[in-house]
Antibody, heavy 122, light 109 residues
Framework: EVQLVESGGGVVRPGESLRLSCVASGFTFGEYGMSWVRQVPGKGLEWVSGINWNGKSTGYTDSVEGRFTISRDNAKNSLFLEMNSLRVDDTALYFC???????????????WGQGVLVTVSS | SYELTQPPSVSVSPGQTARITCSGDALPKQFANWYQQRPGQAPVVVIYKDTEKPSGIPERFSGSSSGTTATLTISGVQAEDEADYYCQSSDYMGKYPWVFGAGTKLTVL
């Protein structure tokens, strides 16, 4: 069974940092791209960041560019999101997702972890 | 930045057909994916690449796309289909950033 388990969430003050982790199991982690998607409670989904299978290609949504860094350790089946200079509007449930991809570079998210809550509050 | 537009809500009676649309300028060239999110649960992909259906998704779910609009169709809606539905795509050859629509709340009357 494919599983994604996030950890590292918590309550921090504006300007502080947090590192999210996601441990994958049930598939060959190093063969897939991965992403982080977040959701403010009661609101919609927002793609945050993505990384390709070998870590050499990354992308970010504009609002986190320069503050967040995505990375991975294929030997440990792990995905990370380093979040610096956190803001109140970064408060959300953060999902770790596996990226399905075909030979034409079309992508979709499957499956999703259960999410980890990040709260930024003074 | 690229945007995908969905209706905020759709309501249907059990057994009827629900259609949820997603509009975006790049959809003639880019596939759309659809996710179902029930309250308190993580999203699940129900349609990918416009029309493909993952194993385990009921037959009543289908997808289509024409021009700048992708459509998720649920035929013979059941009470368990009440959920939020999100479309997702990108604006150029699958490259970052990837974008979600704002979501559509499907209510089964």
């Amino acid at each position: 069974e494919v599983q994604l388990v996030e950890s590292g969430g918590g309550v921090v003050r504006p300007g502080e940092s947090l590192r999210l982790s996601c441990v994958a199991s049930g598939f060959t982690f190093g063969e897939y791209g991965m992403s982080w998607v977040r959701q403010v409670p009661g609101k919609g989904l927002e793609w945050v960041s993505g990384i390709n299978w070998n870590g050499k290609s990354t992308g970010y949504t504009d609002s986190v560019e320069g503050r967040f860094t995505i990375s991975r350790d294929n030997a440990k089946n792990s995905l990370f999101l380093e979040m610096n200079s956190l803001r109140v509007d970064d408060t959300a449930l953060y999902f770790c997702v596996r990226v399905g991809q075909d030979e034409s570079n079309n992508n979709w998210f499957d499956p999703w972890g259960q999410g980890v809550l990040v709260t930024v509050s003074s | 930045s690229y945007e995908l537009t969905q209706p905020p809500s759709v309501s249907v009676s059990p057994g009827q057909t629900a259609r949820i649309t997603c509009s975006g300028d790049a959809l003639p060239k880019q596939f759309a994916n659809w996710y179902q999110q029930r309250p308190g649960q993580a999203p699940v992909v129900v349609i990918y690449k416009d029309t493909e259906k993952p194993s385990g998704i009921p037959e009543r779910f289908s997808g289509s796309s024409s021009g700048t609009t992708a459509t998720l169709t649920i035929s013979g809606v059941q009470a368990e289909d009440e959920a939020d539905y999100y479309c997702q795509s990108s604006d150029y050859m699958g490259k970052y950033p990837w974008v979600f629509g704002a979501g559509t709340k499907l209510t089964v009357l």
